[in-house]
């Protein structure tokens, strides 16, 4: 009778025990999740870059282009909203001050060509953002003659002190030049900051080959250590 009373008592000891792993289990799972691997992946970023420390700015032309026809967003933007969205970082477009370039391909040719010649500082619109506390700044521009646009060299030439020992990292959407000297015209642009390994891509892809254009600039990310 003894022995039945104590392996009842066992019996219900390890029934009572299973429940309460069981409960711990769902808790864990019930409960909210630390982070879900999205989160921990911006949260790494975040922890590793630091709020506001990362700027991209960019040029780009949306309308008739080269290629891809006429275009809602252009090349270069698509590009630069993919990289602030892989690091956070803030954005900030050089738009003209005034309405200097036209619709048609063509045309906008001539006046990139002239500008080029006369080697123009277009305006751009707006006040640049505050660039005391960003160390890293991504600057992106579609490839013009083989050159940045000139209103790229505006914000270098107006900014060139308040990026002094930061790290530029260029980029540049174009249809066969690359990358176009951008790297060794920024630094001579702007000779006291760091410029870092630039990333081209083909403006079509960009475009119209979206998933290709975000992978090529995740592997460049995480070669610059994002
Ligand atoms: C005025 C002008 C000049 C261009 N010059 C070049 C060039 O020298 N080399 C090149 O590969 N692509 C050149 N392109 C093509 C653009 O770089 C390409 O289409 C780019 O993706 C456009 O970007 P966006 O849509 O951001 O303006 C030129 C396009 C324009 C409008």
Redesign the pocket.
């Known amino acids: 009778m003894k022995i039945i009373r104590q392996s009842t008592i066992l019996f219900f000891a390890c029934v009572l025990l299973l429940f309460v792993t069981g409960c711990a289990n769902n808790a864990d799972k019930n409960s909210a999740p630390s982070a879900t691997p999205a989160q921990e992946n911006t949260k790494t970023k975040g922890a590793q870059k630091g709020e506001g420390e990362t700027l991209v700015v960019?040029?780009?032309?949306?309308?008739e282009?080269?290629?891809?026809g006429v275009?809602d967003?252009?090349?270069?933007?698509?590009?630069a909203q993919m990289i602030a969205e892989e690091t956070g970082a803030n954005i900030f477009e050089l738009v003209p001050a005034d309405d200097r370039y036209p619709e048609s391909?063509d045309k906008?040719?001539?006046?990139?060509?002239q500008e080029q010649n006369e080697k123009a500082r277009p305006a751009y619109r707006g006040e640049t953002p505050d660039l005391s506390k960003v160390k890293t700044v991504f600057i992106?521009?579609?490839?013009?003659?083989?050159?940045w646009?000139m209103i790229c060299y505006t914000f270098f030439e107006k900014n060139k002190d308040a990026l002094a020992g930061k790290t530029l990292i260029p980029f540049?959407?174009?249809?066969?030049?690359?990358l176009?000297g951008f790297d060794s015209k920024l630094s001579e642009a702007c000779p006291a900051s760091n410029v870092g390994e630039g990333l081209a891509?083909?403006?079509?892809t960009?475009?119209n080959n979206r998933d290709d254009a975000r992978a090529s600039v995740k592997d460049w990310l995480t070669r610059l250590g994002y």
């Open positions: 960019f040029f780009s032309r949306a309308g282009q080269y290629t891809v275009i967003k252009g090349n270069t933007a698509i590009v391909y906008l040719t001539e006046v990139a060509r992106g521009a579609p490839v013009w003659w083989g050159d646009p540049s959407t174009h249809e066969g030049s690359g176009s891509i083909r403006g079509s960009a475009q």
